[in-house]
């Protein structure tokens, strides 16, 4: 379903001229965006950002599945990480880390990567990736 109203999640994070030939991601609230400001705007201040993609691949916990089915969900992830992957071609992107038993990638990536990721059916979101520092 189609809603009417219009907000533009990252529009304050984009460049004028972007915005105007129609890179803002349409959704019905802010929650649905799938890439949130702070990747865009550290993607403008760095060039380059590293982030974690969550891809659209339904999976259950390993420890409900029999062998077989553990094989064919991790067979589904790999192929839905390949098809990422390819369709990103072209653009600035390093792999940074495929995970095998969870559907997410690991990747560091430029602006032209980053307006594929928020075309793409196969991507439900993305985050900043983030390096904490040891505690104790």
Do not use: Y
């Not at 803002?24 to 649905?32: D, F, I």
């Not at 999976?59 to 064919?72: C, I, W």
């Not at 560091?108 to 439900?124: K, Q, T």
């Amino acid at each position: 379903m189609m809603h009417k109203g219009l907000i533009l999640c990252f529009t304050a994070a984009l460049p004028l001229e972007w915005t105007s030939i129609g890179f803002a991601q349409q959704t019905t609230s802010p929650q649905q965006c799938k890439i949130p400001v702070e990747v865009w705007q550290k993607v403008q201040k760095d060039g380059v950002v590293r982030i974690i993609v969550q891809l659209n691949v339904p999976t259950k916990p390993e420890a409900l599945l029999d062998q077989q089915s553990v094989l064919a969900q991790r067979q589904a992830i790999a192929a839905a990480q390949n098809e990422l992957i390819s369709s990103l071609s072209g653009t600035k992107h390093m792999v940074i880390r495929r995970l095998e038993s969870i559907p997410f990638v690991g990747l560091e990536v430029g602006v032209d990567a980053l307006v594929v990721l928020i075309l793409s059916p196969i991507v439900l979101g993305v985050e900043l990736s983030r390096t904490f520092a040891p505690q104790g």
